[in-house]
């Protein structure tokens, strides 16, 4: 069994910054790609952003230069730093992992933690 929980959602007026954490735990061999994706109301889930093993990235555009991904040194736990919050970053916050447990590999979900940017 694998867990992956988010933490560090909330509410921020535009403009401000909130830090996203998940951390997986269970039973894990290797963690490859980490990331973060997002949905809003009545809006497909989008990939915000993610994080390789090798420490590579990926940004949606409409996010770059404003949040970072990042991978604690144990490589479980993946955070997002997010900086000038815009109202249309309102959304449901989702951690997906790639994981590796001995010879199978899978993709695991968290359950989400709420964004909201409002004045």
């Known amino acids: 069994q694998v867990q992956l929980v988010e933490s560090g959602g909330g509410l921020v007026q535009p403009g401000g910054s909130l830090r996203l954490s998940c951390a997986a735990s269970g039973s894990i061999s290797s963690i490859d790609r980490m990331g973060w994706y997002r949905q809003a109301p009545g809006k497909q889930r989008e990939l915000v952003a993610l994080?390789?093993?090798?420490?590579?990235?990926r940004y949606a555009d409409s996010v770059k230069g404003r949040f970072t991904i990042s991978r604690d040194n144990d490589k479980t736990t993946v955070n997002l730093t997010m900086n000038n919050l815009k109202p249309e970053d309102t959304a449901l916050y989702y951690c997906?992992?790639?994981?590796?447990?001995?010879?199978?590999?899978?993709?695991?979900w968290g359950r989400g933690t709420q964004v909201t940017v409002s004045s």
């Open positions: 997906k992992a790639d994981i590796r447990y001995y010879l199978t590999r899978q993709d695991y």
């Open positions: 994080i390789t093993s090798g420490g590579s990235t």
